[in-house]
């Protein structure tokens, strides 16, 4: 892939921070759902587990979203 013309570090450092936020975040996810799985019956297992998944989906994407945002702003 071609490097742009322009360079930003602060778009670079935005994506450096945001692979770490999730893999921050599916690590709380995996961290989570083993707990679940050993102390949770199937049923509510699986339950449990979709909706934590979706939360935390939600919250990083609403939660990089932002920070992009904000990224972009300063940058102008």
């Keep these: ?3 742009p013309a322009i360079h930003q570090p ?3 450092r935005f994506f450096q921070g945001a692979t770490w936020l ?3 975040i599916f690590l ?3 961290a989570s759902l083993a707990v679940l799985m050993v102390t949770e019956p199937t049923k509510m297992f699986l339950m449990l587990s979709t909706i934590a ?3 935390l ?3 990083g994407a609403g939660a ?3 920070w992009f945002l904000s990224v972009l702003r300063r940058l102008g």
């Design 28 to 30: 709380l996810l995996t």
């Design 1 to 3: 892939m071609r490097q």
């Design 57 to 59: 989906v939600v919250a």
């Design 22 to 24: 999730w893999s921050g």
């Design 10 to 12: 602060g778009l670079h």
């Design 64 to 66: 990089s979203t932002l």
């Design 53 to 55: 998944t979706a939360a």
